[in-house]
C-alpha cells in the first residue's frame, strides 16, 4: 500500500501576534468612541457645553464611525483567534488573506481622510490661531482617523508575518492510496494448486458381453431345476465315502456363457445359475 502526501500550509500565532492584535483592538475601540468621550471632556473642560461633538444622531455617528466600529470587532475576532492559535498549527492562508486585504482598506481610507483633514481642513490655522475649544475640535478630529490608521497598520503587519510563517512551514498529512502497477512490470507467478486424487476405476471387462453371446429376449429370471433329495446313508454304506456336493455348472442354462468357479448369477444375462 503506497502513500500519497497531501501538504496543507498551516501555522501558529504566537505571542506577537497576539499581542498586535490587542493593541490594534484598543485603538480602533478608542477612535471608535472619540465622538462621546470627546463631550464629556469638552463639558468637563470648557465653560460652553454642547450636545454632541461631531454627530447628532445615531444615522450620522453610523455614517462617520462606521468602518470604526468594524475595525474594532474585526480586530477583536482577530485577537481571540491568534490567542487560540497562540501554540498550534491552526491558521491558513485564508486567514493571512483577510488579515491583509481588510485593514489595508482601511488604512487607504483613513489616509484619504487624515489628508483632507491636515490640507482641507484647515489644521495648521485652527492650531495656531484658533481658540482652545477649536484646537480641541481639529485634534479630536485627527485622532478619529489616526488611531484606526495606526490599527489597521499594526493588524496588517501581522497578517504580513502570518504570510511569512506560511511560505516556510508545511502541515503533511499522509493518506494510504492503492499503487499502480507499471506497465512493464511482469505477471505474477500462479501458484501451483494441489491436485485432486484420482481414484482407479474399476475393471469392467468382466462384465463385458462375449461375442457370441445370443440376445437376452426376456429378462425373466427362472428358478433352476432343484436336486432330488438323496437318500440317508444305510447301515451298509461304505463310511470312507465322502459327501456329494452340488456344483455349478460351466454354462449359464439360459444364454450359454461361460460362468466363472463358484459363480452364483451369470455375468452377462444376470440370471441365478
Known amino acids: 500500500m503506497a502513500k500519497k502526501i497531501y501538504t496543507k500550509k498551516l501555522t501558529y500565532a504566537g505571542m506577537s501576534l497576539c499581542l498586535l492584535s490587542f493593541f490594534a483592538f484598543i485603538l480602533s475601540a478608542a477612535g471608535a468612541l472619540a465622538d462621546p468621550v470627546g463631550k464629556l471632556i469638552y463639558n468637563n473642560v470648557f465653560t460652553n457645553k454642547i450636545d454632541f461633538m461631531f454627530t447628532p444622531d445615531i444615522f450620522a455617528y453610523v455614517n462617520i464611525y462606521g468602518l470604526s466600529c468594524a475595525l474594532v470587532i474585526f480586530s477583536l475576532v482577530v485577537f481571540f483567534t491568534c490567542a487560540r492559535a497562540k501554540g498550534k498549527k491552526k491558521l491558513d492562508g485564508a486567514f493571512a488573506g483577510f488579515l491583509i486585504l481588510f485593514p489595508l482598506v482601511v488604512m487607504i481610507t483613513k489616509g484619504v ?29 485627527l485622532a478619529d482617523d489616526v ?68 440376445p437376452v429376449m426376456s429378462q425373466s429370471v427362472t428358478e433352476p431345476e432343484q436336486a432330488e433329495p ?35 448369477f451369470c455375468s452377462v444375462c444376470g440370471n441365478k445359475v
Open 147 to 214: 488611531l484606526p490608521f495606526i490599527a489597521a497598520f499594526l493588524l496588517f503587519i501581522g497578517g504580513l508575518v502570518i504570510a511569512g510563517r506560511l511560505m516556510g512551514e508545511d502541515f503533511a498529512v499522509e493518506i494510504p492510496v492503492a499503487a499502480k502497477a507499471p506497465e512493464n512490470t511482469p505477471a505474477p507467478i500462479p501458484m501451483a494448486m494441489p491436485q485432486e486424487q484420482s481414484f482407479a476405476q474399476p475393471d469392467m471387462s468382466q462384465f463385458r458381453k462375449p461375442d457370441n453371446a445370443e
Open 113 to 141: 481622510m487624515i489628508y483632507y483633514v491636515l490640507v482641507k481642513g484647515h489644521f495648521s490655522n485652527a492650531i495656531t490661531m484658533g481658540y482652545d475649544n477649536d484646537k480641541f475640535r481639529v485634534a479630536l478630529s
Open 230 to 264: 438323496t437318500e440317508a446313508p444305510t447301515d451298509t454304506a461304505d463310511v470312507t465315502e465322502q459327501p456329494v456336493w452340488q456344483t455349478t455348472p460351466e454354462k449359464c442354462p439360459h444364454c450359454g456363457s461361460d460362468l466363472k468357479s463358484g459363480a452364483k
